[in-house]
């Protein structure tokens, strides 16, 4: 297990969900000092107040500005890279805003890191990277791309940089479950984009760990992902239906700008390469150089045998079982003490 006892840590875009989250858990773990670069001082004064943990310093800072990002990781140890665009539609709207941010604000994530020697450095990615059709997803596959050239061009760096793949964070800044929440208790009907849509299900607290399992286990370019099981939305939503024990119906409003049916969080090319961790994939980089002639005549036959890691084929929760999954979620459990349900009985 990854000490992080007297070691200094920061967080890009701490304060957001994933930022509290491992915050929290690592002032647990006797860190010496986490620092968090945001560039909202609003939220990190809200932050200050919540942890009041004297370790915990704040950054006003953008990725998007390298000298900012080089002063916040001088003398750190570890690099949580969390700061993102992450909202599909509005990447759509302004595409060179994402490539700013989850781009080039990544690659001075990178770069700093390196100048100031950092240990280890890990970049938060998303499925939404696999066979991406929309802007969010394609400036998170080239972050991803960015992180692994950082090994490619410096063979004898001493900052390893790996990647992190996961699903929807249930319960995040943003996401539909914390909605959902908000319609039921106005007493409104839930509003689908499409019921069949499919998505991995992942609690911040798997997201954290699978952080910690890239700061264990990371070589140079490694991506790691953690298997996961999906549910359809209409099936999420009918959970929390139950679970409020509520009369609501669902209304489909039709899919958003550039939604797919379904996501993947590894493709067969990279499950023909990646091995197998038990809870999770470690997927190594393809560190061939430019001399290409040598495999013209020898290919890699072996991502035939490989289907895409996709949540449309992977096990499937039943509702029942998502309900299950939600009341392990404590944020869900306070949703519903506040509505007057006993939540150890809720899914009775």
Not at 35 to 64: C, T, W
Not at 142 to 165: D, F, I, W
Not at 214 to 228: H, T
Request: glycine residues 6%.
């Amino acid at each position: 297990m990854t000490t992080y006892a007297n070691k200094k840590i920061l967080v890009t875009g701490g304060t957001g969900s994933f930022g509290h989250t491992v915050t929290s858990k690592l002032l647990l773990r006797d860190a010496a000092e986490i620092r968090i670069l945001s560039r909202d001082e609003a939220k990190q004064d809200l932050m200050r107040h919540e942890i009041n943990d004297p370790r915990l310093r704040f950054y006003v800072g953008d990725v998007r500005d390298y000298e900012s990002v080089e002063r916040a990781t001088r003398d750190v140890d570890f690099v949580f890279h969390a700061a993102a665009l992450k909202q599909v539609p509005s990447c759509e709207f302004f595409p060179m805003e994402a490539v700013r941010t989850n781009v080039t604000g990544s690659e001075n994530v990178v770069r700093a890191s390196d100048q100031n020697g950092v240990k280890s450095l890990v970049c938060l990615s998303t499925d939404k990277a696999v066979y991406p059709v929309n802007a969010m997803g394609m400036s998170k596959a080239l972050m991803e791309k960015v992180a692994q050239s950082h090994g490619l061009n410096n063979p004898n760096a001493s900052t390893t940089v790996s990647c992190v793949r996961y699903g929807n964070v249930m319960y995040s800044r943003g996401s539909v479950i914390p909605l959902f929440i908000r319609q039921l208790k106005a007493g409104k009907n839930l509003t689908l984009t499409n019921p069949d849509m499919t998505r991995f299900m992942m609690s911040l607290a798997n997201s954290v760990d699978l952080v910690e399992f890239a700061f264990q286990n990371a070589q140079q370019g490694d991506l790691f992902v953690r298997k996961a099981q999906s549910c359809t939305i209409g099936d999420l939503a009918q959970a929390l239906i139950n679970l409020f024990r509520t009369k609501a119906e669902i209304e489909v409003i039709g899919t958003r700008h550039a939604e797919k049916l379904s996501e993947a969080l590894a493709t067969r090319e990279e499950l023909a390469r990646a091995q197998d961790m038990g809870e999770y994939f470690r997927v190594s980089a393809d560190n061939r150089d430019l001399n290409y002639s040598v495999y013209v005549d020898e290919g890699d036959i072996t991502q035939n045998r490989f289907e895409d890691y996709d949540s449309h084929t992977v096990e499937r929760m039943t509702v029942p079982e998502v309900e299950k999954l939600l009341l392990t979620l404590p944020e869900v459990r306070a949703e519903l003490a506040q509505a007057g349900i006993d939540w150890e009985s809720a899914s009775a």
